[in-house]
């Protein structure tokens, strides 16, 4: 990996020297606009509206036209004299509770490696960050873009996670749930049910893409053929699809006989099922009649002994 970034934590009077890493990446296939036609390959050029001339990009400068029409241009030079373009500090504002972050505001991921021959400061605040359970938020200076970010702990290194800004999270209110019925109590018993069903532990190493999977199964086959072409191969019938379920009880029903389990109706008594109780008392009767079966047993087998 290569360091997009350097500076430092500003932990109260310490400082924590820092190497910012992107922590994610994009696995996607790339592909190129070609023309259908003859698989030339489509090229953009930038030209002016003005002269009609192909601009390169190191003539390029950027402009701002206001609501009004006005239009302002401002160079690199322009840029550079703003306060946060140099800023390679990352300050910590305050350290809040990791559940009170919406998820909906994280954006993007960094690692942060210790850039100092002596990690000390680095390790101590991984330390204290793991140990209080709470994230540090921070201000982070990219690209001369500010940004509000989110300063935790991973496998013991510092990551640092870029948050929206909550004006950039849109407000939500759709019409369609505007008097929507409530559920019926057997439809919440019964979605529970398939929920724990369906409930296990998180293990993202079980699932796949399994689009890009197929799409680089299909570009493989197509160069293995030497054609360039994908292979038109038949498809499989589609199963066929039952009706649609209206009624969610039964869709319900039908999800939790796929899953082997049939629905079992709740008593009010720690979340047991009713079917267990009649076995527990049957067991609870079965019992006295087994051990006086046993006392009788015994007590017969003395006697022909003592005779």
Same mark, same amino acid.
């Given at each position: 990996?290569?360091?997009?970034?350097?500076?430092?934590?500003?932990?109260?009077?310490?400082?924590?020297?820092?190497?910012?890493?992107?922590?994610? %990446?994009?696995?996607?296939?790339?592909?190129?606009?070609?023309?259908?036609?003859?698989?030339?390959? @489509?090229?953009?050029?930038?030209?002016?509206?003005?002269?009609?001339?192909?601009?390169?990009?190191?003539?390029?400068?950027?402009?701002? &036209?206001?609501? &009004?029409?006005? =239009?302002?241009?401002?160079?690199?030079?322009?840029?550079?004299?703003?306060?946060?373009?140099?800023?390679?500090?990352?300050?910590?504002?305050?350290?809040?509770?990791?559940?009170? @972050?919406?998820?909906?505001?994280?954006?993007?991921?960094?690692?942060?490696?210790?850039?100092?021959?002596?990690?000390?400061?680095?390790?101590?605040?991984?330390?204290?960050?793991?140990?209080?359970?709470?994230? *540090?938020?921070?201000?982070?200076?990219?690209?001369?873009?500010?940004?509000?970010?989110?300063?935790?702990?991973?496998?013991?290194?510092?990551?640092?996670?870029?948050?929206?800004?909550?004006? %950039?999270?849109?407000?939500?209110?759709?019409?369609?749930?505007?008097?929507?019925?409530?559920?019926?109590?057997?439809? @919440?018993?019964? *979605? &529970?049910?398939?929920?724990?069903?369906?409930?296990?532990?998180?293990?993202?190493?079980?699932?796949?893409? %399994?689009?890009?999977?197929?799409? =680089?199964?299909?570009?493989?086959?197509?160069?293995?053929?030497?054609?360039?072409?994908?292979?038109?191969?038949? &498809?499989?019938?589609?199963?066929?699809?039952?009706?649609?379920?209206?009624?969610?009880?039964?869709?319900?029903?039908?999800?939790?006989?796929?899953?082997?389990?049939?629905?079992?109706?709740?008593?009010?008594?720690?979340?047991?099922?009713? %079917?267990?109780?009649?076995?527990?008392?049957?067991?609870?009767? *079965?019992?006295?009649?087994?051990?006086?079966?046993?006392?009788? =047993?015994?007590?017969?087998?003395?006697?022909? =002994?003592?005779?």
């Amino acid at each position: 990996m290569r360091s997009i970034w350097k500076g430092s934590i500003a932990f109260g009077l310490v400082n924590v020297p820092v190497k910012v890493y992107t922590a994610t %990446e994009d696995h996607d296939i790339r592909f190129h606009q070609v023309h259908a036609k003859d698989g030339g390959r @489509i090229k953009y050029d930038r030209v002016c509206t003005v002269c009609g001339q192909s601009v390169q990009y190191a003539d390029i400068d950027k402009a701002y &036209e206001s609501p &009004e029409g006005d =239009k302002v241009v401002l160079t690199d030079e322009d840029f550079s004299k703003l306060p946060v373009a140099e800023k390679h500090e990352i300050p910590v504002l305050q350290f809040v509770p990791s559940e009170q @972050i919406d998820p909906i505001l994280f954006d993007r991921s960094y690692y942060l490696e210790p850039d100092s021959n002596t990690p000390k400061a680095y390790v101590l605040l991984a330390k204290t960050l793991d140990q209080v359970d709470r994230v *540090a938020l921070v201000h982070f200076t990219l690209r001369q873009k500010t940004r509000l970010a989110a300063l935790r702990v991973r496998d013991g290194v510092l990551v640092l996670q870029t948050l929206l800004w909550p004006d %950039e999270v849109r407000s939500v209110d759709f019409e369609s749930l505007d008097g929507a019925a409530e559920p019926r109590k057997q439809e @919440i018993s019964m *979605a &529970e049910t398939l929920v724990d069903s369906m409930s296990d532990d998180f293990d993202p190493g079980l699932y796949t893409d %399994e689009y890009q999977i197929e799409l =680089k199964r299909l570009l493989d086959e197509a160069i293995a053929s030497g054609s360039n072409k994908v292979i038109q191969r038949e &498809e499989p019938a589609p199963a066929e699809m039952d009706a649609e379920v209206v009624d969610l009880v039964a869709a319900l029903q039908r999800s939790l006989e796929a899953t082997g389990r049939r629905p079992e109706s709740k008593s009010g008594s720690g979340g047991k099922t009713a %079917e267990k109780k009649p076995a527990k008392k049957a067991a609870k009767k *079965a019992a006295p009649k087994a051990a006086a079966k046993t006392a009788k =047993k015994t007590t017969k087998q003395t006697a022909r =002994k003592g005779a």
